[in-house]
């Protein structure tokens, strides 16, 4: 009925939009997650969600249910609504649609593999931010919002069985795959794209936009340069199934090592996985990537 509504307004009412879509969306989600918890936890869910006791199983059960609620209907509904508004009738999203060759998946899972020591590497770079003295308020506030996040992280990933891992797979991996691609790289940067008219620009503000959103400040430059990677391959194929697969790959990297963390298969943590490696693998890491994302490149100015 609403089918390409607003497919003729510029790009900057499509930003607001957008802005107003997942605003609305997001208030839906959290209030819709609390209702649904009520019966549960009775009228002192919102006490405890925002002053969680991260070792009470039942208490991170509600963050997950939640977290669940927020990605799916506060983000991935508002993108998908969006494009139900402001792509014309007449015409198909083919971003879903086009197709692209099982080489260029496969490339783009091994390119988020080969990137793990050079990612590795940025998050220790950013670890030593450090900001001026007459900015201590925002250094520790940001700090804060750090330590709120990895706390977060770390009562998600504290699981050992198969039902957990699948949870998190869910929550951690399928969902902000394709959540946050569709939303930051299929919707925003194709409107910052029409605005500026330059695919750079597109790319470099949704994938700022992206990182900056998590609110974890001193994770910001390697998921900064993730985005801008997950932008890149989205313009140059037309495709978003390139960056849901890449996106995929490192969060499920990053469950799977702690999960065979806690169950003793392995010694290294997701928050060490690809950290403190010798220089030379992570040169050798940044030309592998380097090498892979110009040979997609090739391939995709070919099809």
């Known amino acids: 009925m609403f089918r390409g509504l607003y497919s003729n307004l510029n790009p900057i009412s499509k930003l607001f939009l957008l802005i107003t879509l997942v605003l609305s969306f997001m208030l839906f989600s959290a209030l819709f997650g609390i209702l649904i918890l009520v019966p549960f936890y009775g009228s002192g869910i919102t006490g405890i969600l925002s002053s969680p006791d991260f070792s009470d199983s039942s208490v991170i059960t509600a963050l997950k249910v939640i977290q669940i609620f927020n990605m799916a209907a506060g983000l991935l509904l508002p993108a998908l609504f969006y494009l139900w508004l402001s792509t014309p009738k007449e015409e198909k999203y083919t971003a879903f649609s086009l197709k692209v060759s099982p080489a260029l998946v496969l490339s783009a899972i091994v390119l988020v593999i080969v990137a793990q020591p050079f990612i590795g590497w940025t998050s220790e770079l950013n670890s030593y931010l450090s900001l001026p003295g007459w900015l201590a308020p925002v250094e520790e506030w940001m700090k ?5 996040g990895a706390d977060i992280t770390e009562a998600f990933l504290a699981t050992t069985t198969a039902g957990g891992l699948t949870v998190n797979l869910l929550m951690i991996v399928v969902l902000p795959a ?11 940067a194709k409107i910052i794209r029409d605005w500026t008219k330059s695919i750079h620009f597109a790319v470099l503000i949704s994938a700022f936009i992206f990182a900056a959103i998590h609110l974890q400040f001193y994770g910001f430059l390697p998921r900064f340069l993730l985005g801008v990677a997950f932008g890149y391959l989205f313009f140059w194929s037309g495709s978003l199934w390139l960056p849901i ?3 995929f790959t490192n969060n499920f990297l990053s469950v799977m ?11 290294t943590n997701s928050d060490n996985f690809g950290m403190n490696n010798p220089l030379l693998l992570t040169v050798f890491s940044l030309a592998a990537v380097t090498a892979i994302l110009y040979s997609m490149y090739r391939q995709t100015r070919q099809t």
């Open 257 to 267: 090592v702690e999960f065979l963390f806690r169950k003793g298969i392995i010694h």
């Open 245 to 247: 697969a890449a996106h």
């Open 178 to 188: 394709f959540a946050e691609e569709v939303l930051f790289r299929g919707v925003l």
């Open 144 to 148: 804060g919002k750090e330590k709120i």
